[in-house]
């Protein structure tokens, strides 16, 4: 319960679209002013009913309502402001408490010199964790303003008559003086934590973030072609001299598409497709890209490999079961289907990277279109390839000469449906 609460009041004033620095400085902010309502309430109690002090425990409370002040800023999300009054006004509090106290005959060396020294020297911290050196010139004004105040203690108090003087042993002074230091070094070391906390909290978020993004960029670009982007920021075409491609469409889209909603066109074709992705990663395929009901990939790059010409077959094999077993479920709830022509062609390719802003991994030469007639030239529910791709492939695959089959602005060529691994 107390777990939960401080977490909701660290993070008053963070939002979604902010940075991870002031995401950070915001947190910080937020638990620094928890802290300080703790110290401030505990000090001001302890000084009233231990020693009937009286001004400087009203400077204190004082300084509770602006930390209070501050995590309402935040929840109003004016943290800039928060930061400034945060930085300067308890630098003021304390000096306003140090001369009004002495003015009113209290004599005690911790309230006046011991004591406000430290905190003035605390204080000048803040504006370094708040505003950070991105922030420098509100840092600087900050820490200036404290710095100041520090430098120049004994002359404020000159300028109203007090000045330093050597007191008796007093054993309330040093009881006070003991509390007060030991509250003090505790504040430090838990503000030093708690930013070592955020810190790691935050470090760890931005490597979930990388290996995030990381996830996301290999689905676009194979790894090798990933790395070799981030550490040149470009990607060297390389020529393929044995690349398997591997076309599919989907005969009967369109017409389906027209009868059912769009929902359900998305979820059918992602269920497609995400099969086949399953299945390219199964064989060692590269995922080339999808263009409506269309689906492209290769097998032989971007690591260069001799059995790409087997492991396309395989997945064009179990490309068109798999779709076999979807459709026999579908009409099963009597739901309408499509059904799958796939083509195989093999030879030279040309890979790489193209575009600036949405850059996409693709590959170019005549084995695409050719790979691409495969296709539009083959029969629902059978694999289609050209006779290169049969050559390689003949001995460990049962195939069925076609003939020679017409093909767009190919003329005719010998084309083989694939019907079963040997």
């Not at 979604?16 to 915001?26: A, L, P, R, V």
């Not at 991105?134 to 000045?163: N, Q």
């Not at 670009?221 to 076309?247: C, I, N, R």
């Not at 006779?387 to 001995?395: Q, R, S, V, W």
């Amino acid at each position: 319960m107390i777990t939960k609460i401080w977490y909701q009041i660290s993070h008053l004033g963070v939002k979604d679209g902010d940075s991870i620095y002031q995401h950070k400085s915001i947190i910080i902010l937020n638990q620094l002013s928890l802290l300080g309502i703790l110290l401030t309430l505990s000090m001001s109690s302890f000084l009233y009913f231990k020693f009937n002090f009286i001004e400087v425990p009203l400077a204190l409370l004082s300084n509770s309502f602006l930390f209070i002040f501050v995590l309402f800023l935040n929840k109003n999300y004016y943290t800039n402001l928060s930061k400034i009054l945060i930085s300067v006004i308890p630098t003021l509090s304390l000096l306003t408490a140090s001369m009004y106290a002495k003015t009113q005959g209290i004599t005690a060396t911790f309230i006046f010199y011991i004591a406000p020294r430290t905190g003035l020297m605390m204080i000048m911290m803040v504006p370094l964790f708040l505003f950070g050196f991105s922030g420098w010139k509100k840092m600087l004004l900050g820490m200036s303003v404290t710095l100041i105040a520090f430098l120049f203690y004994d002359f404020w108090h000159s300028l109203i008559g007090i000045y330093p003087q050597k007191l008796p042993y007093n054993p309330n002074e040093y009881t006070a003086f003991v509390f007060g230091t030991t509250a003090q070094i505790i504040f430090i070391v838990i503000t030093v934590y708690l930013v070592q906390q955020i810190n790691n909290e935050y470090e760890l978020k931005v490597q979930q973030q990388k290996k995030e993004i990381e996830r996301l960029l290999l689905n676009i670009l194979p790894e090798e072609v990933a790395d070799e982007l981030k550490q040149k920021g470009t990607a060297t075409p390389h020529h393929y001299s044995l690349v398997s491609v591997l076309f599919t469409d989907f005969k009967g889209f369109t017409n389906i598409a027209e009868k059912i909603t769009p929902q359900e066109v998305i979820e059918n074709l992602n269920n497609c497709f995400l099969a086949f992705d399953e299945i390219c990663e199964k064989y060692n395929l590269e995922k080339i890209k999808t263009i409506g009901d269309a689906y492209m990939c290769a097998g032989g790059l971007p690591i260069a490999n001799t059995t790409n010409p087997f492991d396309t077959v395989l997945a064009g094999l179990e490309m068109q079961a798999w779709m076999e077993n979807w459709k026999k479920e579908k009409q099963a709830k009597n739901e309408p289907t499509w059904e799958l022509r796939l083509g195989i062609h093999t030879g030279e390719v040309i890979a790489g990277v193209i575009g600036k802003n949405k850059f996409a991994y693709d590959i170019w030469g005549d084995t695409v279109n050719l790979a691409s007639r495969m296709e539009s030239s083959g029969e629902v529910g059978k694999v289609n390839i050209s006779e290169t791709t049969y050559h390689l492939i003949k001995d460990k695959f049962e195939c069925t000469f076609r003939g020679e089959i017409k093909a767009k602005n190919k003329g005719e060529m010998n084309m083989y449906f694939v019907e079963k691994v040997l």
